[in-house]
């Protein structure tokens, strides 16, 4: 990269508008310095990866913006820069592998590789240097994403399994009735089958990396699928009184149903976490318009209005013990959020003094035309 630009620097010598052309179509970040480390040139890659704008850092010191640390997170020392480097030995230095970091405009830590290379006048003389970077993620980084994707699959994966051993052991040391041992297996089936599920989309997602969840999306009975939630979570965490507020007539939404399980589990076990033994937990269902409005509340919790939105954040610095507490150690109302955002939904918490704390979430209402669902609406 440094010897492909060096080239186009001696065909452009001398004509500073065809210099900036050139430096501004390409790909990784430039930086061009006098023999006095002082920046004439920062093209626009170089302005987005470090977030300094070309007229803050034309004129200023090389080493002012290239603040470089080492892997404790310590200012290194000038000496180390390739740039200088280059400029005292006259010829290019560009490490195949090496990388650093840099302090950005906004006080980011900022992973970078390059190289850097002299610029000669006519003479032969170093008149200044030029420095190539791209950004890359570090390997601390990468490894730190890894153990977070495996914190995430194991908290998604933990409640459907909870609930599977617990009715499995129902009916392994209870003498159930007919009746009852058909209720925990058709629990334990409904468990099994968002587990193969859930299992699949992370997969799919650990694979394809950035790939948007896909939604198998058909009409959907709500209030049963709301009540068979409920006594699945009661299994694992009996103790709480729900009461569910429903409109008379059926209320169908289009959506995944075993994502909207997994949506439902996850809210509870947020609303659950601020509850003690006992306490009601109100789940209203309610239509609006073209939506159908599921809500899940609390009468005694709260959570201050600055953490509200930042609870849905994938591990989120949150104030508030309660909403550390609520947010799923930063996972399950992430997750939560990610499922609903794959089924054309929303999700949102509010918070009063008075009133408590209420999860919701809405999906699309389902109107039923001359017998026929249309899933368009």
């Known amino acids: 990269m440094v010897s492909e630009i060096e080239r186009l620097l001696k065909i452009i010598s001398g004509d500073r508008q065809k210099l900036e052309c050139v430096l501004s179509s390409v790909s990784d970040g430039v930086c061009v310095v006098d023999r006095d480390f002082s920046i004439l040139n920062f093209n626009s890659a170089a302005q987005q990866i ?24 310590r200012n290194l020392r000038e000496a180390n820069c390739v740039l200088r480097q280059a400029m005292e030995e006259g010829k290019p230095v560009y490490p ?10 906004n006080g980011q830590r900022i992973f970078i590789a390059g190289g850097a290379a002299p610029l000669f006048d006519d003479n032969g003389d170093v008149v200044g240097g030029l420095a190539t970077f791209r950004d890359v993620p570090s390997e601390k980084e990468a490894e730190g994403a890894k153990w977070d994707f495996l914190a995430m699959v194991s908290h998604h994966l933990r409640s459907p399994i909870a609930k599977l051993n617990a009715s499995l052991e129902l009916i392994l040391n209870f003498k159930l009735d007919e009746q009852s041992q058909q209720e925990v297996l058709e629990t334990a089936l409904s468990q099994s089958t968002s ?26 009975t709500i209030v049963p699928l709301i009540k068979r939630q409920i006594e699945a979570f009661k299994i694992s965490f009996n103790g ?16 995944d149903e075993s994502k909207i399980e997994v949506v439902l589990n996850n809210l509870f076990e947020s609303i659950t976490s601020l509850s003690s033994p006992g306490e009601r937990v109100i789940i209203e ?32 610095c949150l104030d508030s013990r309660e909403a550390q507490t609520a947010s799923g150690q930063g996972l399950g109302l992430y997750i939560a959020r990610k499922l609903m955002d794959s089924q054309g939904g929303a999700i949102w918490a509010e918070s009063q003094v008075e009133r408590g704390l209420r999860f919701s979430f809405s999906l699309p209402r389902l109107e039923l035309k001359s017998g026929k669902e249309n899933p368009d609406h």
């Open 285 to 316: 269902i309610r239509e609006e318009a073209s939506k159908v409005v599921v809500s899940i509340g609390n009468q005694r919790a709260y959570i201050p209005p600055h953490d509200l939105n930042r609870m849905f954040e994938l591990f989120p």
């Open 240 to 255: 709480h009184r729900f009461d569910v507020i429903v409109p008379p007539q059926a209320v169908i939404v289009w959506g």
């Open 195 to 220: 587990l193969a599920e859930l299992v699949e989309d992370l997969l799919g997602t650990a694979q394809l990396g950035l790939r948007k969840i896909s939604a198998k999306q058909q009409p959907v």
């Open 50 to 73: 470090t977030g300094w704008p070309e007229a803050e850092v034309i004129g200023r010191h090389y080493a002012e913006v290239f603040r470089f640390l080492d892997d404790k997170g």
């Open 96 to 105: 195949a592998v090496e990388q650093g970091a840099i302090i950005g405009r």
